[in-house]
């Protein structure tokens, strides 16, 4: 009989104003019964963000003191390797390129873009650029100056696609990857006072998902590379709503995670503090809604379905709670599935399957 496969789950926290001093928090995922059973603390501070290699042997997470590098161990539980600096305020999302050469750091409240090396042992190493967005947005209070929210590569490993929230576009990248510069290339233009949160691209890497904070919805974009010219071509084909047509007051997109099999699409409301799900239809890649359902907790941060679909969990940030949830995708119904599990100030969470 095969091996049922085991997963972790890391949760990363604000740790400002809490008693607490553990950033982390590692969960022997129940897949069975869809919870989490607590197994270890990290201490860390303000760790808003964590990101795994695509080796999947390393952890990087933000960190008050810029970031920090964990080797993921046989278990699940993480050793640090080192810390280094970002030279600037505390970023707020991190990711690597697909041969985990170089760590890109989003930073929200300098609108500081950071590049920094990676070493093949996952020890993180010096800057190779840093990149100040400039420029005036539409709306006086939030809006008014770029905020970066999310740094990703295409999966071809060739642009680095970077979310700024405060001035409604998406900044393209080139990576030279050999020194880890990057030479501006391209701007993909949002609606305006939309607030591109998060990005996602698909399974094979020919669609861009775009999370808009503030006109809640989902944009779709076609990618590809104008040969001749050796530049990216990206083209809006859908634009989705994160909400019921009938929900109340303000309301802030956050959550944008694809599930294990690349088939359904999860995105959450802070304010209306609901969960979306949509499908993702396989030839096209455009989304269908399935659901928009509550999720008994207050300003979900982030949302995810576990790996094989049947449960999801919400990290609630203003409840300082998770929520468990039983899916049922024919019939288009989440249900609680008991009682919430007290953590503060969540913000974001990976599924990680061990080796068995």
Not at 25 to 33: G, L, P, S
Not at 83 to 94: E, V
């Given at each position: 009989?095969?091996?049922?496969?085991?997963?972790?789950a890391?949760?990363?926290?604000?740790?400002?104003?809490n008693k607490?001093?553990?950033?982390?928090?590692?969960?022997?995922?129940d897949?069975?019964n869809?919870?989490?059973?607590?197994?270890?603390?990290?201490?860390?501070?303000?760790?808003?963000?964590?990101t795994?290699s695509?080796?999947?042997?390393?952890?990087?997470?933000?960190?008050?003191?810029g970031?920090?590098?964990n080797?993921i161990?046989?278990?699940?539980?993480?050793?640090v390797i080192?810390r280094?600096s970002?030279?600037?305020?505390?970023?707020?999302?991190?990711?690597?390129?697909y041969?985990d050469?170089?760590?890109?750091?989003?930073?929200y409240?300098?609108?500081?873009?950071?590049?920094l090396?990676?070493?093949?042992?996952?020890?993180?190493?010096?800057?190779?650029?840093?990149?100040?967005?400039?420029?005036?947005?539409?709306?006086?209070?939030r809006?008014?100056?770029?905020?970066?929210?999310?740094?990703k590569?295409?999966?071809?490993?060739?642009?680095l696609?970077?979310?700024?929230?405060?001035?409604?576009?998406?900044?393209?990248?080139e990576v030279?990857h050999?020194?880890?510069?990057?030479?501006?290339?391209?701007?993909?233009?949002s609606e305006?006072?939309?607030?591109?949160r998060?990005?996602?691209?698909?399974?094979d890497?020919?669609?861009l998902?775009?999370?808009?904070?503030?006109?809640?919805?989902?944009?779709?974009?076609?990618?590809?590379?104008?040969?001749v010219?050796?530049?990216?071509?990206?083209?809006?084909?859908?634009?989705?709503?994160t909400?019921?047509?009938?929900?109340?007051?303000?309301?802030?997109?956050?959550?944008l995670n694809?599930?294990?099999?690349?088939?359904?699409?999860?995105?959450?409301n802070a304010?209306?503090?609901?969960?979306?799900?949509y499908?993702v239809?396989?030839?096209?890649?455009?989304?269908?809604?399935?659901?928009?359902?509550?999720i008994?907790?207050?300003?979900?941060?982030?949302?995810?379905?576990f790996?094989?679909n049947?449960?999801?969990v919400?990290?609630?940030?203003?409840?300082?709670s998770?929520?468990?949830?039983?899916?049922?995708?024919?019939?288009?119904?989440?249900?609680m599935?008991?009682?919430?599990?007290?953590?503060?100030?969540?913000?974001?969470?990976i599924?990680?399957r061990?080796n068995?």
């Amino acid at each position: 009989m095969m091996e049922k496969e085991k997963y972790v789950a890391y949760v990363s926290t604000y740790t400002s104003g809490n008693k607490s001093s553990f950033g982390i928090r590692i969960y022997d995922v129940d897949m069975e019964n869809g919870r989490f059973h607590e197994k270890d603390q990290i201490e860390i501070t303000n760790s808003s963000y964590v990101t795994i290699s695509h080796n999947r042997k390393y952890l990087y997470s933000i960190t008050d003191f810029g970031v920090e590098a964990n080797q993921i161990l046989e278990d699940g539980s993480l050793a640090v390797i080192n810390r280094a600096s970002i030279n600037g305020m505390r970023g707020c999302y991190l990711s690597t390129d697909y041969e985990d050469k170089f760590l890109f750091v989003a930073g929200y409240h300098d609108a500081k873009l950071t590049v920094l090396r990676l070493h093949e042992n996952g020890r993180i190493g010096e800057i190779t650029d840093e990149i100040f967005h400039k420029g005036l947005g539409s709306i006086a209070e939030r809006n008014f100056r770029p905020h970066l929210n999310c740094a990703k590569m295409t999966r071809d490993n060739r642009f680095l696609c970077v979310a700024d929230l405060g001035m409604d576009h998406v900044v393209v990248y080139e990576v030279n990857h050999r020194n880890g510069r990057l030479r501006q290339v391209d701007i993909i233009r949002s609606e305006q006072e939309s607030a591109p949160r998060h990005l996602k691209f698909s399974e094979d890497g020919r669609l861009l998902y775009v999370v808009h904070e503030l006109k809640n919805c989902v944009d779709v974009y076609t990618y590809k590379v104008d040969e001749v010219h050796g530049m990216p071509v990206f083209e809006r084909i859908q634009s989705i709503s994160t909400l019921n047509d009938y929900h109340a007051g303000s309301s802030a997109a956050s959550a944008l995670n694809f599930s294990n099999d690349f088939k359904y699409l999860c995105s959450s409301n802070a304010g209306d503090n609901s969960v979306v799900l949509y499908s993702v239809d396989e030839q096209t890649g455009l989304l269908t809604k399935i659901l928009c359902l509550p999720i008994s907790g207050d300003y979900p941060k982030d949302a995810a379905l576990f790996p094989d679909n049947r449960h999801l969990v919400s990290l609630n940030q203003e409840s300082s709670s998770m929520t468990f949830f039983n899916v049922d995708m024919d019939r288009g119904t989440i249900v609680m599935n008991g009682p919430e599990i007290k953590v503060d100030r969540p913000n974001c969470v990976i599924f990680y399957r061990l080796n068995s």
